[in-house]
């Protein structure tokens, strides 16, 4: 043995000799419980990561502006022989859960006629009052009393996980000859009368209430 090797050695035998057995026993603890800790740590994230919550988002599209649930349609100008309108709602099923679209009609107002339909007073926290029609109720009367019809439609009830898409959309038509000439000449005369009375007014507003739920099935 070398003359260095053996200073090596003594040098070591002191350092044990200072080593007394509780820092052992300290160390092995020491290894112990950090140990303990990094498996509670890699449980907790195994198992934040196996677990798997459904994800719920519905993505409302109206041209390029971003809306929650609810549509706001403003026709400026209507008459005989106008060209159709038409205004148009995307709505995107990003979730992982099949979706249900319905809607409600909460207000109208056609040159001056206001309705709040009795779901229109519940959002707002109203009472219904006398004369208040149902949502139902006003969609008929907007399709069938008027020379115009204005009218609304789906194109599906139900949007399927994560790929699913529906169109909601509400159009304004008023043929030439709606085939009811006092009607035509009475609202005609209304709708041009309007015109002249609230030339920044427009002459045709409606809110509708779109829903979005998650389906049962």
């Known amino acids: 043995m070398t003359e260095n090797n053996k200073k090596k050695k003594i040098t070591f035998a002191k350092i044990l000799k200072k080593v007394k057995i509780r820092h052992f026993v300290i160390l092995f603890l020491l290894l112990v419980a950090n140990s303990y800790a990094w498996l509670i740590y890699v449980n907790t994230v195994n198992n934040t990561v196996d677990v798997h919550v459904a994800s719920w988002k519905i993505d409302f599209k109206d041209g390029d502006d971003q809306i929650v649930d609810y549509v706001n349609v403003v026709v400026d100008n209507i008459y005989p022989g106008m060209p159709d309108f038409t205004n148009e709602l995307k709505a995107f099923n990003y979730s992982e859960v099949m979706a249900n679209v319905s809607y409600s009609i909460l207000e109208a107002n056609i040159m001056g006629d206001e309705y709040v339909t009795i779901e229109g007073r519940a959002e707002k926290g109203e009472q219904s009052v006398t004369g208040d029609l149902t949502s139902d109720q006003l969609k008929t009367r907007l399709l069938n009393e008027y020379p115009f019809q204005i009218s609304f439609n789906i194109s599906s009830q139900s949007m399927e996980a994560e790929t699913g898409l529906a169109l909601f959309t509400t159009n304004v038509t008023w043929a030439y000859e709606s085939g009811n000439d ?27 209430k779109v829903y979005i739920t998650q389906s049962n099935s």
Do not use: S
């Not at 006092?182 to 509708?208: H, M, S």
């Open 182 to 208: 006092e009607l035509d000449t009475q609202w005609g005369t209304r709708a041009y009368n309007f015109r002249q009375d609230n030339p920044t007014d427009p002459c045709i507003t409606l809110k509708v």
